[in-house]
């Protein structure tokens, strides 16, 4: 079946680094787009950083532009969400998303406290 599993997140300290993991299984990803989201507590989902299927194009939240970096490893069909530079306003649950024929998956996500 398919499924996305995010991994990665926990505690770190202002201006810590943290990469995030999202493996896919049951289908291959290497043809599609793939994101990370997150969502705070009672807020809405927002997009971070997004990828095409080949990694040659990528687009970021302006609020993490040139500190997160969206990579990805096809023939492991991961992909990866480099975080550097981390704030406090950067906790929160973090998810992986594809973009499939028309229809998305997305992972349960994993969770990132940035905090002294």
């Known amino acids: 079946q398919v499924q996305l599993v995010e991994s990665g997140g926990g505690l770190v300290q202002p201006g810590g680094s943290l990469r995030l993991s999202c493996a896919a299984s049951?289908?291959?990803?290497?043809?599609?787009?793939a994101s990370w989201h997150r969502q705070g507590p009672g807020l809405e989902r927002e997009l971070v950083a997004s990828?095409?299927?080949?990694?040659?194009?990528?687009t970021y939240a302006d609020s993490v532009r040139g500190r997160f970096t969206i990579f990805r490893d096809n023939v492991a069909n991961m992909v990866y969400l480099e975080m550097t530079s981390l704030k406090p306003e950067d906790s929160s649950v973090y998810y992986c998303?594809?973009?499939?024929?028309?229809?998305?998956?997305w992972g349960k996500g994993t969770l990132v406290t940035v905090s002294s």
């Open positions: 998303k594809i973009f499939k024929l028309g229809e998305y998956y």
């Open positions: 990828i095409s299927g080949a990694g040659t194009s990528t």
């Open positions: 049951g289908f291959t990803i290497s043809t599609y787009g």
